[in-house]
């Protein structure tokens, strides 16, 4: 399906409303990104879990540690949906936690520092299985923050132009 050619911001254009084939996105009904993959830096899968759904999708499962609690988290695989199932009871809002692959333990990779009050990092998933740093997506490490969301990649180019701003 074809969408007609818009500009977003600069030289960002839309030229359709399906996501590209490998991407590990799907756009349903033109209106919802979701994630259906998401890799740590070791190439485990973290969207695996068909217990947890989030609108029927299954969520990204991520390892959370904070000075109080460590266990899995699910995060919501829809674009700028903050939702999470896990750890809500346990971390106070606003606290540093360290997250990483629940299979593997490995930390996932810093992208940048978040402009939340709290100190953060934007830290990314790979959304293709060969780990190419071109595909990702990012999330805060700050529990509660704004950003801790699913965020694409011209989310965080706009998160990186303003903290040069700041």
Known sequence: MQMPERKVKGNVEIHRAEASKGSGLDVNKGIMVVITQAFCPNGHNLVTRDDVLFDGHPGICVHVDSPDWSGDVMLSPIHGD??????????????????????????????????????????????RPDLNEGDMVAVCSVMGCYRSRIMDQFELLSEFVASQDD
């Open 82 to 127: 903050h939702s999470r199932i896990g750890a809500d009871a346990h971390i106070p809002l606003g606290t540093v936690c360290r997250l990483s692959c629940p299979v593997c333990g490995v930390a996932f990779p810093r992208l940048g520092t978040c402009r939340c009050d709290g100190g953060g990092e934007l830290v990314g998933f790979f959304l």
